[in-house]
């Protein structure tokens, strides 16, 4: 909850303190994990840091719980625009056009990292079954080398994929495929790097938003009609 170690669960809203002389631009939850923005590009987060997904660096990783906000020091050199949530990662976009990633390890963080080989009966399973499969972390902001140095309009993840969308209206994705929520052919399994989805950079190139679910994921054209990259 970010309210402190004495609070195990609240049933009305409580107050989350945050040490910082800027205002909060946006706040992001996953599924036992919180982050925020400030307006002047500092990533706060807190929660559990189970796979280093708190980005906090390898000297935290041993802290089950962080129970109040705390800023990313790795990223305080870089002003952050955007972050979105996984399961068990983060993504972000900073001003000087780089993306990063952390938490655990697999195919979600874009960094080239190839999931482990799932057994045929597990293979289009629920996307926890997938993170199974990895033991280990990224525990600080690590940069997507291979993502384009180009102004980022939108970012979202699901449970263990993520998609950019570019200023210029081209769209990337990464990360498990389960159920074709990366936008390609359910043939094609784990992403290991931003790949361009050709269905929306072609057809609809005007894509200005978008925003995944567990398995699948919707995009917003300039004319307001979701998009089915399938």
């Known amino acids: 909850l970010g309210v402190g170690e004495d609070v195990d669960s609240a049933s009305d809203p409580m107050l989350v303190n945050f040490v910082t002389h800027s205002n909060i631009k946006s706040i992001h939850a996953s599924l036992n994990f919180s982050a925020a923005l400030t307006d002047s ?9 189970e796979e280093g997904v708190l980005g906090l660096g390898e000297d935290r990783i041993d802290e089950d719980c ?41 195919s979600w963080l874009g960094l080239g990292i190839a999931d482990e080989e799932t057994s045929p009966e597990d293979e289009f399973t629920f996307g926890d079954d997938i993170l199974a499969e ?82 699948f994921s919707l995009f917003r054209d300039v004319k307001d009609i979701p998009i089915d990259p399938r």
């Open 134 to 215: 990895s033991s280990e972390v990224v525990c600080s902001p690590t940069v997507v080398e291979t993502f384009p140095k180009a102004p980022l309009k939108s970012l979202a993840s699901g449970l263990c994929h993520s998609i950019a969308v570019l200023e210029d209206g081209r769209v990337f994705s990464w990360g498990s495929n389960v159920d074709c929520s990366n936008g390609f052919p359910i043939t094609t399994t784990g992403i290991s790097s931003p790949t361009e989805i050709q269905a929306c950079s072609s057809a609809a190139k005007h894509v200005v938003d978008v925003t995944c679910a567990n398995n």
């Open 66 to 106: 962080v129970c109040a906000p705390e800023i990313v020091t790795g990223l305080q050199e870089h002003a952050v625009l955007h972050v979105a949530l996984g399961s068990s990662h983060m993504v972000c976009a900073t001003a000087n056009l780089q993306l990063w990633s952390w938490g655990k390890a697999g």
């Open 41 to 49: 590009g500092e990533l706060w987060t807190w929660g559990s840091n």
